[in-house]
């Protein structure tokens, strides 16, 4: 629940021991390692899933999902745990309406996705009047996520990670070839695919972690742009459930990325991947305006 700043609540240890891990993986350059304990997992099976939702049953699925998604986060909205101040360069958005585009964003919650889902909703196609809501016409950002997520991630984030128009990733190289057809499928049709180039989730780590090479992989090889967008934070006067101050969010869409057809694949990739982490340092350092260091 949120609390007063004249009473603040007490700090979870075990959120302190992930943020004291925080700093121990960036001072030993371990980017993309996952901080928090993730559960048992298993591989995905050929066909189990069904990456564009063909089958009936999983159209409804997602229907609901997103309409279940949709309250929750009117309901965080309204208890000051989820907090959207704003967007800035957004208009940039209009122009990829039509267009198919890999978007990266840095990965601090497991929700941060959807704030990128109410600033890109106007510019998806088709929208209601509230975000997220199935509308004929629309389009909604997929989203590339790991496999142990959709396979074996327990709780309320199970139907998330299997309804909310993801794409997981596989151990399996049959998989993949879903996987990769899946992905080529819906940046032809214009859609929009996040993909976390950081890989793992810092809790409200506001730093850029350096960039792994997928997403400029798959946008290379599938011609369609990058779309950089880095979400700054700001604490409230708002506390969670584990007494840190609520985040307010501010997504910042930054200049897209497009591969030359001149240079070969590898060279693209490196070049893309650069280009983005350097943007994101930019918006970090005229935002919160320090210098990016990081702990050695």
């Given at each position: 629940?949120?609390?007063?700043?004249?009473?603040?609540?007490?700090?979870?240890?075990?959120?302190?021991?992930?943020?004291?891990?925080?700093?121990?993986?960036?001072?030993?350059?371990?980017?993309?390692?996952?901080?928090?304990?993730?559960?048992?997992?298993?591989?995905?099976?050929?066909?189990?899933?069904?990456?564009?939702?063909?089958?009936?049953?999983?159209?409804?699925?997602?229907?609901?999902?997103?309409?279940?998604?949709?309250?929750?986060?009117?309901?965080?909205?309204?208890?000051?745990?989820?907090?959207?101040?704003?967007?800035?360069?957004?208009?940039?958005?209009?122009?990829?309406?039509?267009?198919?585009?890999?978007?990266?964003?840095?990965?601090?919650?497991?929700?941060?996705?959807?704030?990128?889902?109410?600033?890109?909703?106007?510019?998806?196609?088709?929208?209601?009047?509230?975000?997220?809501?199935?509308?004929?016409?629309?389009?909604?950002?997929?989203?590339?996520?790991?496999?142990?997520n959709y396979t074996s991630n327990p709780g309320?984030?199970?139907?998330?990670?299997?309804?909310?128009?993801?794409?997981?990733?596989?151990?399996?190289?049959?998989?993949?070839?879903?996987?990769?057809?899946?992905?080529?499928?819906?940046?032809?049709?214009?859609?929009?695919?996040?993909?976390?180039?950081?890989?793992?989730?810092?809790?409200?780590?506001?730093?850029?972690?350096?960039?792994?090479?997928?997403?400029?992989?798959?946008?290379?090889?599938?011609?369609?742009?990058?779309?950089?967008?880095?979400?700054?934070?700001?604490?409230?006067?708002?506390?969670?459930?584990?007494?840190?101050?609520?985040?307010?969010?501010?997504?910042?869409?930054?200049?897209?990325?497009?591969?030359?057809?001149?240079?070969?694949?590898?060279?693209?990739?490196?070049?893309?991947?650069?280009?983005?982490?350097?943007?994101?340092?930019?918006?970090?350092?005229?935002?919160?305006?320090?210098?990016?260091?990081?702990?050695?």
């Amino acid at each position: 629940m949120a609390a007063e700043t004249n009473n603040i609540p007490e700090k979870n240890p075990e959120r302190i021991k992930i943020l004291e891990r925080i700093d121990e993986y960036e001072r030993k350059g371990l980017w993309t390692m996952d901080v928090q304990d993730d559960p048992p997992t298993r591989p995905l099976e050929p066909g189990e899933c069904d990456y564009l939702r063909k089958k009936l049953i999983n159209k409804i699925k997602t229907r609901v999902t997103f309409k279940k998604v949709l309250q929750m986060i009117e309901q965080l909205s309204d208890a000051h745990q989820f907090i959207l101040k704003g967007a800035v360069g957004d208009e940039k958005l209009a122009q990829f309406k039509k267009q198919g585009a890999i978007v990266t964003c840095n990965h601090f919650n497991a929700a941060d996705s959807f704030a990128l889902d109410i600033v890109f909703d106007r510019y998806l196609g088709r929208c209601s009047k509230n975000p997220l809501r199935m509308t004929p016409g629309r389009k909604f950002l997929w989203r590339v996520i790991r496999e142990g997520n959709y396979t074996s991630n327990p709780g309320i984030y199970t139907p998330l990670f299997q309804n909310c128009n993801t794409l997981p990733l596989a151990s399996s190289f049959a998989v993949m070839k879903e996987f990769m057809h899946a992905l080529k499928t819906v940046l032809k049709r214009g859609e929009k695919v996040i993909v976390y180039a950081e890989q793992g989730m810092w809790v409200n780590y506001r730093k850029p972690r350096p960039l792994t090479p997928g997403a400029f992989r798959f946008a290379a090889e599938n011609n369609v742009p990058v779309i950089p967008v880095f979400i700054t934070m700001k604490d409230s006067e708002f506390f969670d459930g584990d007494g840190f101050p609520v985040q307010e969010y501010t997504v910042h869409v930054l200049e897209p990325i497009y591969a030359d057809k001149s240079k070969s694949l590898k060279e693209n990739v490196e070049e893309m991947k650069e280009n983005n982490y350097q943007q994101w340092k930019k918006c970090y350092e005229d935002t919160y305006g320090i210098p990016l260091t990081y702990l050695k």
